[in-house]
T-cell receptor
């Protein structure tokens, strides 16, 4: 199993500003995943973050809007840049064990006003 | 992309009753998983069923998989108030991450 500490748990931000979300894992993992969950919706993968390489973004997500850092095998950050109300969502980080079983952080509930 | 489609989208039952949720998917899979999410928090893994399995049990959970119909069901027996949550099926894994269904919001009435 894996224990993931994600922070902040929630934030209310002004439009045009940026928020950086941190994710700390209690063990070394190769891949970390960032998901977005819009209000009342399911999870959508934003990007996959590997240590020592550029993140791989899914269709519809770009690095300028969602820059990701992965400085080591236990930590990653996701920044939501130049926020607008449409960015109001829950953002979740995740790791997979044995390439299948996913463990999630508790999520960051972001409200942009 | 959203591969899984759950139904119903919302389900409200009395405590003690059984709850059944269904999931359909579009592409071939190696396995299918079910996750629970309480009040918009992180997801918790419930159960995984592999493509060569038809049924799997874990406590009060029973999952079936029909690869010919590309569908799965999750049955929660003897429901409790604490089972109130959203339930998602998910396929994939590995470098491509997971693809989640739209989810079923389950409410257990005391």
């Amino acid at each position: 199993s894996a224990v993931i500490s994600q922070k902040p748990s929630r934030d209310i931000c002004q439009r045009g500003t940026s928020l950086t979300i941190q994710c700390q894992v209690d063990s070394q993992v190769t891949m970390m995943f960032w998901y977005r969950q819009q209000p009342g919706q399911s999870l959508t993968l934003i990007a996959t973050a590997n240590q020592g390489s550029e993140a791989t973004y899914e269709s519809g997500f770009v690095i300028d809007k969602f820059p990701i850092s992965r400085p080591n095998l236990t930590f990653s950050t996701l920044t939501v840049s130049n926020m607008s109300p449409e960015d109001s969502s829950i953002y979740l980080c995740s790791v997979e064990i044995d390439r299948v079983l996913a463990f999630f952080g508790q999520g960051t509930r972001l409200t942009v006003v | 992309s959203q591969q899984g489609e759950e139904d119903p989208q919302a389900l409200s039952i009395q405590e003690g009753e059984n709850a059944t949720m269904n999931c359909s998917y579009k592409t071939s899979i190696n396995n299918l998983q079910w996750y629970r999410q309480n009040s918009g928090r992180g997801l918790v893994h419930l159960i995984l069923i592999r493509s060569n399995e038809r049924e799997k049990h874990s406590g009060r959970l029973r999952v079936t998989l029909d690869t010919s119909k590309k569908s799965s069901s999750l049955l929660i027996t003897a429901s409790r108030a604490a089972d109130t949550a959203s339930y998602f099926c998910a396929t994939g894994g590995g470098a491509d991450g997971l693809t989640f269904g739209k989810g079923t919001h389950l409410i257990i009435q005391p």
